[in-house]
């Protein structure tokens, strides 16, 4: 990106609040120019994308022009300026340093007790946000003010002396933890892409670390979540689901005790609802996942921003919830308000999460048997795949491709002409398998052949099922439904609401 693109980034990544904000701003921070870097500051705005020769030809009558690459810093600062004025306050951080910065002015001026007295309520706020590192600067104020003061004693310093090496501690505790939890992390996403020994070792090697023993005690809510998402992240890794959900737990649990925290740490919040709500899915705790899901309406989401991450990871979370308990009907229900979401927040979408919801109403149209309207989600995933795009949706988005060709005989186009090779190649095989079976169907001239076919495809499909490494790969179930139900003569949609009822049950 280039720094002159730099302010057209940071305007269009505001909100509305923001730029009103900014406004507002402006008429009363600048003297003299703040017309024209309102002027400037709209120019930009109202480019789809950024062109200088663009913003030149619409400030032409303007004195901007000469001095064009100068105005754009300036509003570039301006702006950073703003923002820290419109969250002045907004968390506990900000919250805090107004207050050291209040106690520093005052101790300067030499007002010792009006000081000392911002840095006690400055002190009970940063505990209470844990913010060890503001700490530390209370604590070296409050020595500065006790040098000063008449009351001076040895024992003042070491009371001082002691919290600073707590403090201290508390900070290299929490910073320990968030660095095994990000080495889980890389190790639980290796695992995704290739599970082998090597990384199974290398995650229990980890647990082991000290402050992970069970005879480690945290006394922080920042090293206790840590320590709980570390063991929900090598759970998950290593298959054992309830343990991932016991922890999860735990961790939701924390953040629900610490709601003064929720707007500062809003996607922290969201994740770990998120993440805890999706063990549920898997594991067909369902009810428990009904009590749960209400609290994304409870989340802080203040700006557009975060009002879309909710969006998406809510109906993301609850057409999985749909499909596997079997409400097809309750899931197409929802699709007209899944439409207007996904307009609505259109340039705020996450494509990886915004393709999941897409795949998710394509299944559901395949289930239903309504392949024409199934085809517009499979376009928008196609479109969507230059961006890089699971390649297990892409692979089950591509034979639902090939399905709806073989149920809708009027369709012109081949879509077996093109294979990605990244699919073709799979390790699974599944698209291969399915590719070679479907090619004969079309071929196949009477209900006979086309039942030897569908005949040997449910063997190699079952075989693939039955096969641990195999069972859980996307899409493998509904297109065995679907070669079931061409078989049995049942509707797709029975054959898989009576499956997804004998799963919950067992």
């Given at each position: ?459 190699e499909l079952i075989s693939m099922h039955n096969d641990p490494r195999k069972s859980y790969v996307a899409g493998l179930q509904e297109i065995l439904q679907w070669v079931e139900s061409k078989l049995s003569g049942k509707a797709l949609a029975d054959i898989y609401r009576a499956g997804r009822i004998e799963q919950s049950l067992s």
């Open positions: 990106m280039k720094s002159s693109d730099n302010v057209f980034v940071l305007i269009k990544s505001l909100t509305k609040a923001e730029k009103r904000h900014f406004k507002i701003f402006a008429t009363k921070h600048v003297i003299g120019e703040q017309n024209n870097y309102v002027v400037l500051f709209d120019t930009i705005n109202a480019l789809k994308e950024y062109d200088e020769s663009a913003v030149k030809q619409r400030l032409a009558a303007t004195k901007l022009v000469s001095r064009l690459a100068v105005e754009k810093v300036h509003l570039y600062n301006l702006i950073l300026r703003s923002l820290r004025s419109f969250h002045q306050g907004r968390s506990g951080k900000t919250a805090v340093g107004e207050l050291i910065d209040n106690a520093e002015l005052l101790a300067d001026k030499g007002l010792l007790p009006q000081s000392a007295k911002i840095i006690r309520k400055a002190k009970t706020l940063a505990y209470r946000y844990e913010e060890f590192g503001l700490l530390l600067r209370l604590i070296d104020l409050e020595r500065k003010l006790l040098k000063k003061s008449k009351d001076i004693s040895s024992q003042a310093f070491e009371q001082l002396a002691q919290e600073s090496r707590e403090v201290t501690d508390s900070i290299s505790n929490i910073a320990e933890l968030k660095n095994l939890y990000d080495q889980a992390f890389a190790l639980s996403r290796q695992g995704q892409q290739n599970t082998n020994e090597e990384s199974k070792q290398a995650f229990k090697n980890l647990v082991r670390h000290p402050l992970l023993h069970p005879d480690s005690e945290q006394k922080t809510f920042t090293a206790t979540y840590y320590r709980h998402l570390i063991f929900a992240t090598y759970a998950r890794a290593m298959g054992n689901f309830d343990a991932a959900l016991g922890h999860s737990r735990k961790v939701l649990e924390l953040c629900e005790q610490t709601p003064h925290t929720a707007p500062e740490h809003f996607h922290r919040h969201m994740h770990v609802l998120s993440n805890y709500l999706s063990l549920c899915i898997r594991l067909h705790r369902f009810e428990e996942y009904a009590r749960t899901v209400v609290k994304f309406d409870l989340l802080p989401a203040r700006s557009r921003e975060a009002q879309a991450d909710v969006f998406q990871q809510k109906w993301n979370l609850e057409l999985l919830f749909l499909l596997n308990t079997g409400r097809i009907e309750q899931a197409r229900a929802c699709i007209p308000q899944i439409e207007k979401g996904l307009r609505s927040f259109a340039e705020l979408l996450d494509t990886a999460r915004a393709v999941s919801i897409y795949y998710n109403i394509a299944l559901l149209h395949f289930i239903l048997s309504e392949f024409p309207a199934m085809r517009p989600w499979l376009l928008k995933i196609k479109e969507s795949s230059r961006t890089g795009v699971r390649s297990d949706i892409r692979q089950v988005a591509l034979m639902l491709e090939w399905i709806a060709y073989y149920e809708d005989k009027s369709s012109r186009d081949d879509p077996f002409s093109n294979i990605p090779s990244d699919i073709a190649s799979a390790a699974t095989g599944f698209a291969a398998i399915v590719s070679k079976h479907l090619q004969q169907l079309i071929r196949s001239s009477t209900n006979a052949d086309a039942e030897v076919v569908f005949s040997a495809l449910r063997v």
